[in-house]
């Protein structure tokens, strides 16, 4: 329907001598397609356009039925132009990425250690409980056991014993008849014999005896450390205690037992590991995932051999413990909130920072969120980074945006680059009057004879182009069309037209001698000469840049300008609009 070709037609009143005309606006029109209804339907070319007519006659109410579908075509045809026209200007518009505004988060712990005791109650725990406890009892019972009993035996044995017996002649002398020697005779040993008989005797025996025992105890923290390692922390928590019990049993009748009363305290130490994250609040979460129970000095309750731990290890007490120390660490991260820095951070960057005289940048943001946490002893660093759409205007002061504070996400953006668009105007004119003197007093340098140079015209278009035009009245009469892309030197920060395309507008004749003479001088003049200055405010923007602060409590941004890059050149009438590009980075510190 878009592409229908326009109309223009004229309704001739039945009731009337008046001929009232309804024709879609020039503006509209690709070109002319006359309808004529006069008491019949008349289709062909417009009137004066001469050729025949071809009638087709029809009633009132047809022509009134077609009339009305002419109007609703063209009216369709006109909104579909404007559509399309909108959106061939709404493309043309230079569209700049998002930018990323970086601030680093600093958490420093070292203070916490401080905060965390004074969050813990004192006492920690305290209280009475009577429970059964069982205790190591000595008692004498009968046992019954073998005991080694000696006795003596008498048993024969073969043994040495001296006897004197008579050898040789008793003649002479009577005492060599005899003569001692040792013979072998049995004879009667006594020897012990251990003989093992069972008896039945009284013995101590240490056995459980369940008492009941009333207990007041106590446990005060005396010292916490912690440290963070990637996303772990682990607290580790000393609590010392005291116990002050009785023991009564039916059989047994004691005094007070005591463990910490006016004597060195049992200690125990906690400790507990868990991640720690940001929530979507912009505070840090710890999530406890296991506990650990040392008892650094324990206590014997030597009257009866009950250990302190028995007592203040029992379910009861550790479990009012562990559900106090649980309370005190998790508030310790939420005493380091973030939301409240971000919040103020979130209302700076909606404000409009001045540049310079009439020039404000609006850094616009539109979304935020913290990376992850990366721990390393009593420090956190993690990531902030606000997306935003940052732009510069000119004048007075515009309002500070109010964008609501946005949830914190969990996932940064890929890129940290910050861009930035930059506009100026360069006026035409101007460079008209500069640009027609240096032509004349190039082409009689290059001995190209007497010159006459009636104008030097620049022009742009939408696309981009800009087109120069030089006049010529001597020696020939001719016109030269130079037409190319605009080309930013960053350097020397001026743009140029970069391969311009020439062109001669004369008689066939002049045409060739025109391009003889002019070709190679004219597109280097065109090249060394026609170039624009970038516009004083978008080259006073940019150098602002470099200085550009964003500074509050606790944190603090700078802009960092790398590159300008050239994105767009309009052209307004006289003026020609230039849009650059500032590409670089914004980044900043934060610390808690």
């Given at each position: 329907?878009?592409e ?15 001929e ?31 050729g ?44 700049v990425p ?16 401080a ?7 004192q ?38 014993l ?24 049995l ?12 008896q ?13 025992v ?38 047994l ?16 130490r ?5 991640p ?5 609040e ?119 945006a ?20 930059l ?16 032509l ?11 010159f ?6 620049l ?40 391969d ?79 849009t650059?590009s ?11």
């Amino acid at each position: 329907m878009c592409e229908r070709e326009a109309m223009s037609w004229e309704l001739d009143s039945p009731s009337s001598h008046l001929e009232p005309r309804l024709r879609v606006p020039r503006g509209l029109r690709r070109r002319r397609v006359g309808v004529e209804v006069a008491y019949g339907l008349v289709a062909g070319r417009s009137p004066g356009a001469g050729g025949n007519r071809e009638e087709f006659h029809m009633s009132h109410s047809s022509r009134c039925t077609a009339a009305k579908s002419l109007v609703l075509s063209a009216l369709l045809w006109g909104s579909c132009t404007f559509a399309q026209e909108l959106a061939r200007v709404t493309a043309d518009e230079p569209r700049v990425p998002d930018s990323v505004v970086t601030l680093p988060v600093t958490v420093d712990f070292s203070a916490g250690r401080a905060l965390l005791l004074q969050q813990m109650p004192q006492p920690l725990a305290s209280g009475r409980i009577r429970q059964k406890v069982p205790v190591h009892v000595s008692v004498l019972k009968p046992v019954t056991k073998i005991v080694e009993v000696p006795r003596q035996a008498i048993r024969k044995v073969w043994g040495k014993l001296p006897k004197r017996v008579k050898v040789g002649s008793c003649i002479w002398n009577p005492l060599t008849c005899f003569q001692t020697m040792l013979v072998d005779v049995l004879i009667d040993e006594v020897f012990t014999v251990i003989d093992k008989v069972e008896q039945t005797v009284m013995a101590p025996v240490n056995e459980l005896s369940p008492l009941d025992v009333e207990i007041a105890y106590g446990a005060s923290v005396t010292d916490l450390d912690f440290n963070i390692q990637g996303e772990m922390l682990t607290a580790s928590v000393v609590i010392e205690a005291f116990v002050n019990g009785s023991v009564d049993a039916s059989v047994l009748k004691v005094g007070a037992v005591s463990c910490g009363v006016k004597e060195a305290k049992p200690r125990i130490r906690l400790t507990t590991t868990g991640p720690v994250r940001w929530t979507p609040e912009g505070t840090l979460t710890f999530s406890q995932q296991a506990w650990k129970l040392d008892w650094e000095r324990p206590c014997l309750l030597t009257a009866f051999d009950i250990k302190a731990e028995d007592l203040l290890d029992l379910p009861g007490i550790r479990g009012i413990v562990q559900k106090k120390l649980e309370e005190g660490i998790s508030k310790l991260p939420s005493s380091y909130s973030l939301r409240p820095h971000l919040e103020n951070a979130w209302l700076a960057l909606g404000k409009p920072l001045p540049l310079h005289e009439g020039a404000w940048l609006q850094v616009h943001p539109v979304s935020l969120a913290v990376g992850g946490l990366k721990g390393n002893g009593k420090t956190v660093s993690a990531v902030a980074s606000v997306t935003a759409r940052p732009f510069v205007t000119y004048g007075d002061e515009p309002e500070a945006a109010a964008v609501p504070f946005p949830a914190i996400g969990t996932t940064l953006p890929t890129s940290r680059r910050f861009t930035l668009s930059l506009e100026g105007e360069v006026s035409l004119r101007e460079a008209e009057s500069q640009l027609v003197r240096k032509l004349e007093t190039l082409l009689q340098g290059a001995g190209k004879g007497e010159f006459q140079v009636a104008q030097v015209r620049l022009q742009g278009n939408a696309d981009g182009l800009i087109e120069v035009t030089l006049g010529l009245t001597r020696p020939l009469a001719a016109e030269i069309h130079l037409r190319g892309m605009l080309h930013l030197d960053a350097e020397k920060e001026e743009l140029r037209i970069q391969d311009p395309a020439f062109t001669v507008v004369t008689d066939e004749v002049s045409a060739l001698l025109a391009d003889a003479l002019f070709h190679d001088t004219v597109l280097e003049w065109v090249r060394a000469e026609v170039r624009f200055p970038l516009p004083q405010r978008l080259r006073k923007s940019g150098a602002s840049l470099q200085q550009a602060f964003i500074r509050g409590e606790s944190y603090e941004v700078k802009i960092q300008p790398e590159a300008l890059r050239l994105t767009g050149v309009r052209s307004n009438g006289d003026m020609l609009k230039i849009t650059a590009s500032a590409e670089g980075t914004a980044e900043g510190t934060f610390k808690l």
